[in-house]
Every structure is written in C-alpha cells, then in structure tokens.
C-alpha cells in the first residue's frame, strides 16, 4: 500500500476509534505508565501491575500478552497453537497525552492511558475491547472483554447447543460425553477461542484448564478464564469469513491432505472380534458391491475381552492368527487397515511391566508410576510429553506398521480420566490436559515425516487442542446416540469446528451408543455422510453399522449413498485442497455466505459443502416437509437430482424423497463426478463427467478440479500434482466454457477425457465449437441437458464454445 492510501486508513481508523464507546471497557485499578517500541518483538506497554507486549503477526493478526508485576523475569511458557513467525509488519506508531494508537494496514490497537483501556479495530470499525482486562481471583486468572449487545458468538470447540453460543459458560476441559443427543455443553475437542458475528475472532493462548464465558451473565463480557499460564491471545480480523480463516490456520497451520483412501468408505464397528469376522465383513462389501476402502479395527484386536487387555498394543494371535497377511490380502482387494490405539497401559496387560521399568508413564507426586481405575480395569497413563515415552509409543507404532497397519485410530485421548495428581514431564494434570491430544497426534505425525517421509499419515482422535488440525488429526464428535437428537447435532458440531481449524471434525454415521434398530434414521445419516468429511459409519454391535447387514431396502438406499459419496471424489478432494491452502472448511455455515445477514447466524440445519453445494439433511423421523433456507438473492439454486430451479434469499418448503437429502448445486457452478469403483485404488481422473449449471443469470464463474498420487505429502508444494481451471462465460447468447490444465514440475501430465454436462439449457444450441472446430452433441429436452464428448485435455488449454 502506498504512504499516502496507509496515511488515510490509519486516520479514519484513529477518527473512529476516539469517537467509539471503548469508556464501558476499562479497570480503574490499572494505570498506564509508560510506551516503548521493542524492535522486531513488538510494542511494550508498561502499567502498574505489570506489562503488555503487542506483537502483529499480519495485517489483520494482532497478538497481545499481559505479564504481571509478580511473574516478572519468570520463564514465559511456548504456545503449542501458534506456528506463524511474527513478520515485519508496517504499523504506524501515533502517542499523545490521552492514547497510543499502533495501526497496520487492517487491525489497529488503540490503548487509552486514563482509564486504560486496550480497544481493537478494523480498518476503522470497531471490533472489540478489554472490559477488566487481567484479573486475579482466587482460583482462577481472567482476561475479560466488553461484547456489544446484538452480537453473536461462536467458538469453543466441539459443543452442541446451538450455532449461537452465547450465554454459555463452557468448561475447557476435554471431556467426552457419552451418548450425548441434541445437547451438549462440554465435549472432547474444547479450544479457547471465540468469534463473532462482527467477523473477528479472538484465541486465547492458553490450554491449562479453565472456562470460556460467553457472557453468561448476560452483563456483556467475554470472560477467559483459567487456573494459569500464559495471559496471552490474538485476535484476527477479516473483511470476510474466508479472511478470518486464512488468517487463523495461518497463524495455527494447515490441515495437511489426508490419504485418498481417507475419502472413501470404511466400515467399523465395536468391535471384529476375529480375523475369520474381519475377512467375512470386507468380502461381504465386495460381494454386494458396496465401495470399500478401510476396516477398522477396534480394542480386540489385542485383546478377547473390553476390560483388562487395553495396554497389550500388540496382536491377540489367538483371534488374529495371522494379520499381517490378513492385511496384506486386504490391501490387494484395495482396503486399508486402520487400529485402535488407546494411552492407557493397564496393570494387567502385557507391557505394564515394560512401561512401568522404563518410566514413560505420568507419575505421582512420589515419582513413582501413577495408578488408578477407570472403567477398562487398573491404569498408568503413557506421558506423551516425555521424550522417553514419545520414543517407546512410536516405536510399538512402527512395529505394527510394518506388518501392515495403514491408520491409527486415537482413542479415550482427552485422556478420559486424568488424576488432578498425575504428574507430566510438561506439568500437572490440569496443566497439560487439554493438549495430551495434541500432542498425541504431533507423535505420529512428526514419527510419519521422519521414518516415512513420502506416505501421508491416517490420525483419526477425539481429542485435541488449537492447531491441532496441522498434525493432519481427523477428529470426530465422540460416542454420539444411536437416537434423532444426536443426528440433530451433527451439522452445529462440524461447522463449528471448521470455523475452528478443524475442518474434518465428522460424527459417527448412523449413531454409536444404544442398540436402536431405526432404518430410518440410519438411511437419513449415510445420506448426509455424502457431505460431511469423513464417511465412516460406526456403532456398538447390537446393531450392524455396516450397510451390508442390514435389511434389502435399507442396503439398497445405503449403496446409493456410498456410491454417491465416490462418485462425488474428485469435487471433495479438490474442496480438501483448498482447505490445506486457505483454512476454508469443506462444511461452511450459512452465515459465510450471508455475512450480514443477521437470521444466517443461527442456522446450522442447511450448510454448503464446498462453494458450489447447499445440503438440507432430514433429522426428524417421517418428514414430510423440510425448511430449506436458499441464500443470496439474485442467485439460483438447483436441485442436484431433478434441475429444479429455487431461488435465492428465500426460506422454502420442500417436501423430502426417501433416495437422497435435499441437496442444490449453485448456478454457474462447475461439479467434476467421476465413474464409482470399488476402491479408491482404482480411481482415476482420466474420464470425468465436468457438471456446470447454465443460468442466464451467471454472466461468468469458475472452479477447479484437483489431483495428485493421494499419498506424497505436501505434493503440491513438492510440484507433484494437476490442476485443471474451469471458467465460463455469457455474452449475446454464447456461452463460453474454457479448460485450463496446470501440473507441478515434477508431475508426469495426463490426459483428461471430460465429458462436459451442461443443466438447464432450455432449448437446442445453435452449435457447439471446441477449440474452433463443430463438435457433435446431445440435447436432451426433457432434462434440458446438454452433452458433450470433449477431446482428451493434455497440455493445451481448451475452449468450448455453444450458441445457445
């Protein structure tokens, strides 16, 4: 930005920040003494109780830390969220007898010297501003913020209690919820951040346990609270959501592509109890046609029974005579092995000695290995933070994967019981609670980069922390109810967690916990599975959770769904690539797409998949009617499966089918499906059906179709992988739609043979041109459809042409 344009943003932004209402925001015991500029660390406010540093990180990322007077010269904690180095980020400094006003090009941080008050602006509105500040109480620290009235709050992890979550008083303190339903306040997956619906957001630098108040007082307070640490938070600003999110996974990381064999099928459940089981359940799949590319494995793998055996980590070759072939003949009919894993060593498997001489459980205040019970029998706790343990867990994980095991699945990680008394080699229980999970899954993924540097790590947890998602950790909501109520909370949980940072959050389809035989609602939870992350039915096994148990009607509309979900493959791995470049999540909530739009706020029941899907799940038992909130005005929407047209900025009744969700495409928009295979194995993007919805309304729009090897990580940064840019033009009755090949430098090209559909085209074109030259097409009327047989796409960009 040139001086001058940077001169008149910073004063409009200081203009609107004297005449703003920061006077509620203020501790009158707090005195400002002095500024000071510290070079490349920031900027250090000094006020009689201790000091502030103000550190940006970018234009629109701001970090501030209080230190107190009493913990001067103490050694400041590292942040275990914050991976993004602070840059050298232009802020013009102004100070004068009333404030200090530090602005970048986005955020600017005005500091009142009396009262003092610290307030935060973008690009001249204001956002938020220290109520109290810091303060002390008995048991607990507090950093408190003034909120305005009409805002909406989001944030605080994975909870289910509406997508505004304001009111609340959340514990932070991961806790699984059994059997949760419709309702639930505390969770797995807790993470000390809020947002607004005045698009900002604010992270709190600090996982010892505490609370996160979103003004449950209703007194106007955002109150952080915890039993101690670091008094530290940023706060990131965007003109848009999609800013806020890039803004935040910059700051926390990204979430690394997955395996491609991660966007297929899986099935599980609680649990296979033989290897003979395990073979029927996959040549069960392949028998009746049902894509297939993972078994997961849970706790009898290692042992016969739930109590007493967790800790074994090791084959039960009794039940599992031979695994590895097992797996290896799996592998050949292209499914993967995924284990559980749990960090509870019991007294009573067969490593408690091992673990218990080595010293790489948490401890008790007498050093030696902490012992206690928990529903699976008498424990230790692996201590994940010693070097020591992290070496001996990675270890029994490279055994195993030798023999075959291609994923981990993270259990019982928040951890579920945790002594207060228990010792880490990072700090007490309470201190290290919420990041064990995190940590967890940084052993993994840091064990895959080192000792197997070109495969892609599979990390399914339930537990984690800030940043988490840049360990490539899939988490999912917990043991949810096999019950309507816990497919109700499904959608509010995965939105929230993708404005989060943790974009594959996903429940278990079709329920976990109680064994209700409901076709129904097990039919209308694969159905919205299609468009949530991860496609992993699961359950407790009273039940079947697999398609293929159950009854003729029910498989068939289950196959449909899987099918569905592979056909779809090349739209979901391209919108998982833009996730791990820009922090968008797949699963957006609507107030993405209506910003100010103050009824978006509250709406989690419809969501877009992508940019291009707007998805309606069915979660009431018989519906005959479903509320569809179509967004933007002036735009139309078309059903996925008949073309038919909605429009935009309307709430409309539609009246539900038993096949599929509603689910609409947004015009214009372009939708690569590919051919359904058994595997991902066999997938491939050389013959593509290219979807684009015509509407006279879209004079242009784009997308993009991406792909690599499924397994190289960082493939796109190595210049391992193909993008193919779509575009479309209207002008005059012509439209013009141009494909544009692009492949990494270290890429073999291919060829790509699209067969290109164009919806809604109301009569026969004139003539259709590729590249120049008549090409032949069929127009269906009926479907008002449009098909054309495009040549093989190589190097060359391609230009289709149709006189409509």
């Given at each position: 930005?040139?001086?001058?344009?940077?001169?008149?943003?910073?004063?409009?932004?200081?203009?609107?920040?004297?005449?703003?209402?920061?006077?509620?925001?203020?501790?009158?015991?707090?005195?400002?003494?002095?500024?000071?500029?510290?070079?490349?660390?920031?900027?250090?406010?000094?006020?009689?109780?201790?000091?502030?540093?103000?550190?940006?990180?970018?234009?629109?990322?701001?970090?501030?830390?209080?230190?107190?007077?009493?913990?001067?010269?103490?050694?400041?904690?590292?942040s275990?969220?914050v991976?993004?180095?602070?840059?050298q980020?232009?802020?013009?400094?102004?100070?004068?007898?009333?404030?200090?006003?530090?602005?970048?090009?986005?955020?600017?941080?005005?500091?009142?010297?009396?009262?003092?008050?610290?307030?935060?602006?973008y690009?001249?509105?204001?956002l938020?501003?220290?109520?109290?500040g810091?303060?002390?109480?008995?048991?607990?620290?507090s950093?408190?913020?003034?909120?305005?009235?009409?805002?909406?709050?989001?944030?605080?992890?994975?909870r289910?209690?509406g997508?505004?979550?304001?009111?609340?008083?959340?514990?932070?303190?991961?806790?699984?919820?059994?059997?949760?339903?419709?309702?639930?306040?505390?969770?797995?997956?807790?993470?000390?951040?809020?947002l607004?619906?005045k698009?900002y957001?604010?992270?709190?630098?600090?996982?010892?346990?505490?609370?996160?108040?979103?003004?449950?007082?209703?007194?106007?307070?955002?109150?952080?609270?915890?039993?101690?640490?670091?008094?530290t938070?940023?706060?990131?600003?965007?003109?848009?959501?999609?800013?806020?999110?890039?803004?935040?996974?910059?700051?926390?990381?990204?979430?690394?592509?997955?395996?491609?064999?991660a966007?297929?099928?899986?099935?599980?459940?609680?649990?296979?109890?033989?290897?003979?089981?395990?073979r029927?359940?996959?040549?069960?799949?392949?028998?009746?046609?049902i894509?297939?590319?993972?078994v997961?494995?849970?706790?009898?793998w290692?042992?016969?029974?739930?109590?007493g055996?967790?800790?074994?980590?090791?084959w039960?070759?009794?039940?599992?005579?031979?695994?590895?072939?097992?797996?290896?003949?799996?592998?050949?009919?292209?499914?993967?092995?995924?284990?559980?894993?749990?960090?509870?060593?019991l007294?009573?498997?067969?490593?408690?000695?091992?673990?218990?001489?080595?010293?790489?459980?948490?401890?008790g205040?007498?050093g030696?290995?902490?012992?206690?019970?928990f529903?699976?029998?008498n424990?230790?706790?692996?201590?994940?933070?010693?070097?020591?343990?992290?070496?001996?867990?990675?270890?029994?994980?490279?055994?195993?994967?030798?023999?075959?095991?291609?994923?981990?699945?993270?259990?019982?990680?928040?951890?579920?019981?945790?002594?207060?008394?228990?010792?880490?080699?990072?700090?007490?229980?309470?201190?290290?609670?919420?990041?064990?999970g995190?940590?967890?899954?940084?052993?993994?993924?840091d064990?895959?980069a080192?000792?197997?540097?070109?495969?892609?790590?599979?990390?399914?947890?339930?537990?984690?922390?800030?940043?988490?998602?840049?360990?490539?950790?899939?988490?999912?909501?917990?043991?949810?109810?096999?019950?309507?109520?816990?497919?109700?909370?499904?959608?509010?949980?995965?939105?929230q967690?993708?404005?989060?940072?943790?974009?594959?959050?996903?429940?278990?389809?079709?329920g976990?916990?109680?064994?209700?035989?409901?076709?129904?609602l097990?039919?209308?939870?694969?159905?919205?599975?299609?468009?949530?992350?991860?496609?992993?039915?699961?359950?407790?096994?009273?039940?079947?959770?697999?398609?293929?148990?159950?009854?003729?009607?029910?498989?068939?509309l289950?196959?449909?769904?899987?099918?569905?979900?592979?056909?779809?493959?090349?739209?979901?791995?391209?919108?998982?690539?833009?996730?791990?470049?820009?922090?968008?999540?797949?699963?957006?909530?609507?107030?993405?797409?209506?910003?100010?739009?103050?009824?978006?706020?509250?709406?989690?029941?419809?969501?877009?998949w992508?940019?291009?899907?707007?998805?309606?799940?069915?979660?009431?038992?018989?519906?005959?009617?479903?509320?569809?909130?179509?967004?933007?005005?002036?735009v139309?929407?078309?059903?996925?499966?008949?073309?038919?047209?909605?429009?935009?900025?309307?709430?409309?009744?539609?009246?539900?089918?038993?096949?599929?969700?509603?689910?609409?495409?947004?015009?214009?928009?372009?939708?690569?499906?590919?051919?359904?295979?058994?595997?991902?194995?066999?997938?491939s993007?050389?013959?593509l059906?290219?979807?684009?919805?015509?509407?006279?309304?879209?004079?242009?729009?784009?997308?993009?179709?991406?792909?690599?090897?499924?397994?190289?990580?960082?493939?796109?940064?190595?210049?391992?992988?193909?993008?193919?840019?779509?575009?479309?033009?209207?002008?005059?009755?012509?439209?013009?739609?141009?494909?544009?090949?692009?492949?990494?430098?270290?890429?073999a090209?291919?060829?790509?043979?699209?067969?290109?559909?164009?919806?809604?085209?109301?009569r026969?074109?004139?003539?259709?041109?590729?590249?120049?030259?008549?090409?032949?097409?069929?127009?269906?009327?009926?479907?008002?459809?449009?098909?054309?047989?495009?040549?093989a796409?190589?190097?060359?960009?391609?230009?289709?042409?149709i006189?409509?």
């Amino acid at each position: 930005m040139k001086f001058t344009t940077f001169a008149v943003a910073f004063a409009s932004a200081f203009a609107a920040l004297t005449a703003s209402p920061f006077a509620q925001a203020q501790n009158a015991d707090r005195h400002f003494l002095g500024f000071k500029s510290v070079g490349g660390k920031g900027y250090e406010i000094a006020t009689s109780d201790g000091r502030y540093l103000i550190k940006p990180y970018a234009p629109n990322i701001v970090e501030t830390s209080f230190v107190p007077s009493a913990e001067e010269g103490m050694p400041q904690a590292a942040s275990h969220a914050v991976v993004l180095a602070a840059g050298q980020v232009p802020v013009r400094v102004q100070e004068d007898a009333a404030r200090v006003v530090l602005a970048t090009e986005g955020i600017t941080v005005t500091v009142e010297k009396s009262p003092f008050r610290i307030g935060y602006s973008y690009k001249g509105k204001p956002l938020v501003a220290e109520k109290r500040g810091y303060g002390r109480g008995d048991q607990l620290e507090s950093i408190e913020f003034a909120v305005d009235g009409g805002e909406a709050l989001y944030g605080a992890g994975s909870r289910a209690v509406g997508m505004n979550r304001r009111g609340y008083r959340f514990p932070l303190y991961n806790k699984a919820s059994y059997g949760f339903g419709s309702h639930a306040e505390q969770m797995g997956y807790g993470i000390p951040m809020a947002l607004s619906s005045k698009r900002y957001a604010i992270h709190f630098d600090n996982p010892q346990a505490g609370y996160l108040d979103l003004d449950s007082r209703k007194d106007g307070t955002l109150r952080f609270e915890a039993i101690g640490g670091p008094k530290t938070y940023q706060v990131v600003a965007g003109d848009d959501w999609a800013q806020i999110m890039d803004g935040y996974t910059r700051l926390t990381g990204r979430q690394p592509l997955p395996p491609r064999w991660a966007f297929g099928n899986f099935a599980s459940r609680f649990g296979y109890h033989t290897e003979l089981e395990t073979r029927a359940v996959v040549d069960k799949f392949i028998a009746d046609g049902i894509p297939l590319d993972a078994v997961v494995l849970d706790l009898y793998w290692f042992g016969k029974t739930v109590k007493g055996t967790m800790g074994n980590l090791a084959w039960d070759r009794d039940n599992f005579p031979q695994p590895e072939k097992m797996m290896a003949d799996f592998l050949q009919k292209g499914v993967k092995t995924v284990l559980i894993t749990e960090p509870f060593i019991l007294t009573t498997s067969k490593r408690w000695n091992e673990a218990a001489q080595q010293g790489v459980l948490a401890t008790g205040s007498d050093g030696k290995p902490l012992r206690y019970d928990f529903y699976f029998g008498n424990t230790g706790l692996v201590d994940v933070f010693k070097p020591e343990a992290q070496t001996w867990f990675w270890n029994i994980y490279k055994n195993l994967k030798s023999g075959g095991v291609a994923g981990w699945w993270g259990d019982l990680g928040e951890p579920e019981v945790h002594p207060a008394e228990a010792r880490h080699a990072a700090g007490t229980a309470d201190q290290v609670h919420n990041i064990y999970g995190h940590e967890w899954a940084r052993l993994i993924h840091d064990g895959y980069a080192r000792d197997y540097p070109d495969e892609r790590p599979f990390i399914l947890m339930r537990s984690g922390y800030s940043g988490s998602q840049r360990f490539g950790m899939i988490p999912w909501s917990g043991d949810v109810s096999r019950g309507w109520g816990g497919l109700q909370s499904q959608m509010e949980i995965s939105l929230q967690m993708g404005m989060q940072g943790q974009a594959w959050m996903h429940s278990d389809l079709g329920g976990f916990a109680g064994p209700v035989l409901d076709d129904e609602l097990y039919v209308r939870w694969l159905q919205y599975g299609v468009f949530q992350p991860l496609f992993r039915p699961h359950a407790q096994e009273e039940v079947a959770a697999e398609p293929v148990f159950r009854e003729p009607k029910t498989k068939a509309l289950a196959r449909e769904a899987v099918r569905l979900r592979y056909a779809m493959l090349p739209y979901n791995y391209t919108i998982a690539f833009e996730n791990s470049r820009s922090g968008m999540p797949m699963m957006r909530p609507m107030l993405f797409e209506e910003q100010d739009e103050e009824a978006a706020a509250a709406i989690s029941s419809t969501y877009l998949w992508g940019p291009s899907f707007l998805v309606a799940p069915v979660v009431e038992p018989g519906a005959t009617r479903k509320e569809v909130h179509f967004p933007d005005k002036g735009v139309t929407w078309f059903d996925f499966h008949t073309d038919e047209p909605h429009r935009g900025g309307i709430t409309e009744v539609v009246k539900p089918v038993a096949d599929h969700i509603p689910t609409y495409v947004r015009a214009g928009a372009f939708v690569p499906l590919a051919k359904v295979v058994q595997s991902t194995r066999d997938y491939s993007t050389r013959a593509l059906d290219l979807h684009y919805w015509h509407d006279a309304g879209v004079k242009s729009s784009s997308g993009q179709l991406y792909d690599d090897d499924g397994k190289t990580p960082n493939a796109f940064e190595a210049g391992k992988y193909e993008l193919v840019r779509f575009s479309s033009r209207l002008d005059a009755g012509r439209l013009e739609i141009a494909l544009q090949p692009e492949t990494g430098a270290s890429y073999a090209p291919t060829s790509h043979a699209f067969t290109l559909k164009v919806h809604n085209v109301g009569r026969q074109p004139r003539a259709v041109q590729v590249n120049g030259k008549a090409q032949v097409f069929r127009w269906d009327a009926r479907r008002r459809l449009l098909e054309v047989s495009l040549p093989a796409l190589r190097q060359a960009p391609m230009a289709v042409a149709i006189a409509l």
